[in-house]
C-alpha cells in the first residue's frame, strides 16, 4: 500500500546528541518536504526536495540538515539537539507534474521531539 | 513571500450547525487552494481543493467557496459533527514550486 512513514513516532534525548528523523515514502512521488510544526499550530516549512541529491532549505529557518539520495528515503539530522528543537517534525511527499496546479501533499503521521 | 491569514483562531460550534473558516491570501500566478484536516496525533490530510475555474466547490457536507477578486476563500462545514473536531489549514501555492504556505490554522470543536 502506497504510504509515507516517519519514525521514530515520539523520541524524548538529552541536550547536544546527534539525531536522525527518518521519512520513507512509497509513492514514488519527487517532491518531498520537512515541516515544524507546534501542537495545534501553523506549519513552517524547513526544508523541501525536488528529487534525487536536490535539497533546499525552506521558509523557516532551522539547523537541521536534509539528504536525498534515494527517491522514496529523505532523513533529517540534528548534529547537536538542544531544547529549543522541540516540536513536531512533519514530512510530507507530492508528485511532479508540468502542468500549473500543484499538487496535494501526503503527509506522514509526524515525530514528536523533546529536548531535555 | 506570500502570507495566508486564516480566521478564526478557534471555532466552537454546536453538533448540527454550520462551522465557517476563512482565508485571505495575497498575489499569486496559481489559483490552487487546498483545505487540510489534522487530528490530533496525525499529520494533515488534504480534505477539499477548489481551482480558478469555479465559484464554489462542495464535496458531502463540505463546501469551499471562492472569491478571486477579493483574494480570499472559505470552508464551511454543513451540519457539523463531534467528528469534524480537527484542526484546519487552509493553503496557498508558493510560486511554481510545488511549496504551500498554510494559514495559521483554525481549532474546530463540535460539541455533542
Known amino acids: 500500500e502506497a504510504d509515507i512513514y516517519q519514525t521514530p513516532r515520539y523520541l524524548v534525548i538529552g541536550t547536544g546528541k546527534k539525531i536522525t528523523l527518518e521519512c520513507s515514502q512509497t509513492m514514488g512521488h519527487d517532491k518531498m518536504y520537512w515541516y515544524q510544526q507546534d501542537p495545534g499550530m501553523e506549519l513552517h516549512l524547513i526544508h523541501y526536495s525536488y528529487g534525487v541529491n536536490s535539497t533546499e532549505k525552506g521558509d523557516l529557518s532551522s539547523e537541521s540538515t536534509v539528504s536525498r539520495i534515494r527517491t522514496e528515503h529523505f532523513p533529517l539530522t540534528l548534529e547537536s539537539a538542544r531544547p529549543s528543537h522541540t516540536s513536531q517534525y512533519l514530512c510530507?511527499?507530492?508528485?511532479?507534474?508540468?502542468?500549473?496546479?500543484?499538487?496535494?501533499?501526503?503527509f506522514g503521521p509526524g515525530t514528536r521531539l523533546t529536548v531535555l | 513571500q506570500q502570507q495566508v491569514k486564516q480566521s478564526p483562531q478557534s471555532l466552537i460550534v454546536q453538533k448540527g450547525g454550520i462551522s465557517i473558516i476563512n482565508c485571505a491570501y495575497e498575489n499569486t500566478a496559481f489559483d490552487y487552494f487546498p483545505w487540510y484536516q489534522q487530528f490530533p496525533g496525525k499529520g494533515p490530510a488534504l480534505l477539499i481543493a477548489?481551482?480558478?475555474?469555479?465559484s464554489e466547490k462542495k464535496e458531502g457536507r463540505f463546501t469551499i467557496s471562492f472569491n478571486k477578486s477579493a483574494k480570499q476563500f472559505s470552508l464551511h462545514i454543513m451540519d457539523s459533527q463531534p467528528g469534524d473536531s480537527a484542526t484546519y489549514f487552509c493553503a496557498a501555492p508558493s510560486g511554481n514550486t510545488g511549496k504551500l504556505i498554510f494559514g495559521q490554522g483554525t481549532t474546530l470543536q463540535v460539541k455533542p
Open positions: 510530507a511527499s507530492s508528485e511532479e507534474r508540468q502542468t500549473r496546479y500543484l499538487n496535494e501533499q501526503f
Open positions: 477548489i481551482r480558478p475555474d469555479v
